[in-house]
């Protein structure tokens, strides 16, 4: 579905360079996600998500801690163990393990969920940003780079920066301490 998704944009901007050569008009280049990055709302979603799991990646590493010390009693004390006690430390060491490999399957997949809602949120808003800078600077064709290959692509219809310029001008972030203003909705 992707390839043919990918296929049948790559055809549809191949056809329209002509048209474009011929019209005077543009095609523009950008990497979406790496402009979402970009922005000065990015960077903050970004910092502010790596802050919220830190206590998460904090108690994966004590969990990662405690496995390692009762791997190490394991290891060093076998002879002088006792079976009752070694069977003991090894289920305790197999239940260890579990709950950590249950615990950073949580943590990562609540991570994903929330940078794909983040990026999902801020694209939203970038897409009209990007809409904006198209129709007022005569682009016929915008297309994300990180989504169909380019093989070549002159810098004159690299639009990134221009693009983030532009969305962190209509979306500023609040000053430290300040309430955030709702963002203004354009509908087309």
């Known amino acids: 579905m992707k390839t043919s998704l990918k296929s049948s944009i790559l055809l549809l901007a191949m056809l329209a ?43 994966l590493q004590r969990l990662q801690q405690e496995i390692q010390s009762i791997q190490d009693q394991l290891s060093k004390q076998a002879a002088t163990l006792s079976d009752d006690e ?7 060491l197999e239940d260890k393990q579990r709950i950590l490999k249950r ?53 004159d219809i690299e639009i990134s920066a221009e693009i983030v310029k532009r969305y962190d001008a209509a979306n500023p972030l609040p ?6 203003k709702p963002a203004a909705v354009s509908h087309p």
């Open 17 to 59: 360079v002509p048209m474009a050569a011929r019209a005077q008009n543009k095609i523009g280049v950008i990497n979406l996600n790496q402009a979402i990055g970009s922005t000065a709302e990015g960077k903050k979603a970004i910092a502010d998500l790596e802050a919220k799991f830190v206590p998460r990646k904090q108690e």
């Open 86 to 92: 070694q069977r003991r430390l090894s289920r305790e």
């Open 103 to 155: 615990s950073a399957d949580d943590a990562q997949s609540d991570y994903n969920a929330e940078t794909e809602d983040t990026v999902s949120r801020i694209g939203k808003k970038m897409v009209r940003v990007i809409d904006d800078y198209a129709q007022q600077n005569g682009f016929v064709l915008v297309i994300d780079d990180a989504q169909v290959p380019i093989y070549y692509a002159s810098k």
């Open 175 to 180: 000053a430290a301490g300040e309430t955030p």
